[in-house]
């Protein structure tokens, strides 16, 4: 016997599930979309949060649906509003990686108040590729998952 308590046997399984195990495809738009386009993408892929990336596949900004939803409130020509104007950029952009574990990036979600994240993976240069796509549909799937073990 381990003398461990039923909480801390729960925190060492919810450790041990790793961000690698539940991760969603990210979808990624280029960072000449228009807002119109963004629109579309978001539509066709279902999916809540856009991941905007250079020319060279980086990630340099993520658009959520109230981003779109604002942009669209107003009067411009949505086909001519380049994403990049109303997309959170990085450095602002709260990142994870494959190997977080699902309690660190359910932690960050609650605290910053966001629905995903992009799982990235750093390059030599310090720059971001997009390799996954967090969201609470992942934590809600690794709650089920726990639920249905033996
Ligand atoms: P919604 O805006 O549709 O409710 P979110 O709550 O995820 O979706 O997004 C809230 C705001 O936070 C948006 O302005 C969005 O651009 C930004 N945001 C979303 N995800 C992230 C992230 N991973 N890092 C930084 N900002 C984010």
Redesign the pocket.
């Known amino acids: 016997y381990t003398g461990k308590t039923g909480s801390q046997l729960f925190q060492e399984r919810l450790l041990k599930m790793k961000v690698k195990d539940f991760q969603s495809i990210p979808v990624v738009i280029p960072e000449n979309s228009s807002v119109y386009d963004a629109i579309c993408s978001m539509f066709l892929e279902d999916v ?2 856009l991941f905007v990336v250079n020319e060279n596949g980086k990630l340099i900004g ?6 779109l ?1 604002r942009a669209s409130m107003g009067k411009q020509d949505l086909e001519a509003l380049p994403i990049g104007i109303i ?2 950029r990085m450095p ?4 994870c990686t494959a190997e977080d574990s699902m309690l660190e990036i359910a932690n960050k979600l609650i605290s ?7 799982v990235v993976k750093k390059d030599d240069n310090g720059e971001y590729d997009v390799i996954g796509r967090i969201t609470k549909t992942n934590i809600t799937k690794a709650f089920v998952y726990i639920g249905a073990e033996e």
């Open positions: 809540g949060t993520i658009v959520s649906r109230k981003d939803l997309m959170t602002n952009v709260t990142t910053k108040q966001i629905d995903g994240l992009p």
